[in-house]
């Protein structure tokens, strides 16, 4: 096995939540799949996500000033899976609604960060967005979806 597999296999190893970046481009909602997200900073509230630089979508949201965290719940798997594959939220079947601040917040999500572009850092192969949090609601109450070696499970809390 190479080398590049090896780490990906081992990074893989650690659970990460499953969540859409959302945004709004001339009047449509498009959206990308992530599990590189992260808290920074309770004061001021600061939230990290990252883009590859090779993505086809990597301009568009790398230069986003607006946009949202949806955090996903465990059975919004097809929607991560559609947004995954492509940026359309809609045609990947999501129901959305505005934010204060213009970025569509999915339905179904179990927490929702509006965030405006703090600031944009170089890392490796990607961009580290870091997101000043301006609005947030947690609609729903269910356990979350998370990505574990290399396959969707649900965060349901058991021990």
């Known amino acids: 096995m190479d ?3 090896e780490y990906r296999d081992a990074l893989g190893l650690y659970p990460t939540g499953v969540a859409l970046v959302t945004l709004l ?3 449509s909602a498009r959206a990308m799949t992530i599990n590189s997200f992260a808290s920074v900073s309770l004061d001021p509230p600061l939230v990290l996500w990252s883009v590859a630089r090779d993505s086809m979508r990597y301009q568009l949201f790398r230069d986003a000033e607006v946009f949202a ?3 996903l719940a465990a059975d919004q798997e097809e929607l991560a899976t559609a947004c995954a ?3 359309d939220l809609e045609a990947a079947g999501a129901s959305w609604a505005a934010g204060e601040g213009g970025a569509p917040l999915v339905d179904g999500a179990v927490a929702r ?3 405006v572009r703090d600031a944009v850092h170089p890392g490796g192969d990607h961009d580290i967005i870091i997101g000043r ?3 947030f609601d947690q609609p729903r109450r269910s356990p979350a979806l998370v990505f574990h070696r290399s396959a969707y499970a649900s ?3 058991a021990l």
Request: hydrophobic share 30%; aromatic share 0%.
């Open 25 to 27: 481009h001339n009047g």
């Open 69 to 71: 965290i949806n955090i």
């Open 155 to 157: 965060a349901d809390g």
């Open 113 to 115: 960060l509006e965030c």
């Open 3 to 5: 080398k590049a597999r």
């Open 133 to 135: 949090v301006t609005g």
């Open 85 to 87: 594959q492509s940026d």
